[in-house]
């Protein structure tokens, strides 16, 4: 039986996740990226910022984890936003920026998780 619906579920949630970053970005006057690679975000300094939503039901995760997503974050503000879906879109009632010094001592200890598992795939 073929599937009657126009997306698949990882692709709604995709197209979800994208409008709420790119509501996030616009909320913070920052210029979202073209590309799925890199940062998310940068500001008029040219600052970079990697934008996470979370919802009580879904959170936005960090794709392809590693060394190169590691790198990023230490040179990325890291900005979270927490609010509510409506029938009319994302709520954001808070917002949280890390700037990425204070990340260090949290990205060491999944760096230390991580590193074990590099070899399985």
């Known amino acids: 039986m073929a599937n009657s619906e126009p997306f698949p579920a990882a692709r709604r949630r995709q197209v979800q996740d994208d409008s709420r970053e790119i509501q996030l970005a616009a909320v913070l006057n920052l210029q979202r990226s073209e590309r ?57 009632e808070e917002i949280w920026v890390v700037a990425p010094s204070a990340m260090e001592e949290w990205l060491q200890m999944h760096e230390a998780r991580w590193r074990p598992l590099q070899g399985i795939a």
């Not at 879904?58 to 790198?71: H, I, L, N, S």
């Not at 900005?79 to 009319?88: F, I, N």
């Open 36 to 92: 799925r690679t890199g940062s998310d975000a940068r500001d008029e300094s040219d600052r970079r910022y990697e934008l996470k939503t979370v919802s009580p039901t879904q959170v936005t995760t960090g794709r392809d984890v590693g060394p190169a997503y590691f790198a990023r974050l230490r040179r990325s503000y890291l900005v979270v936003a927490k609010g509510t879906r409506t029938d009319y879109g994302f709520t954001i």
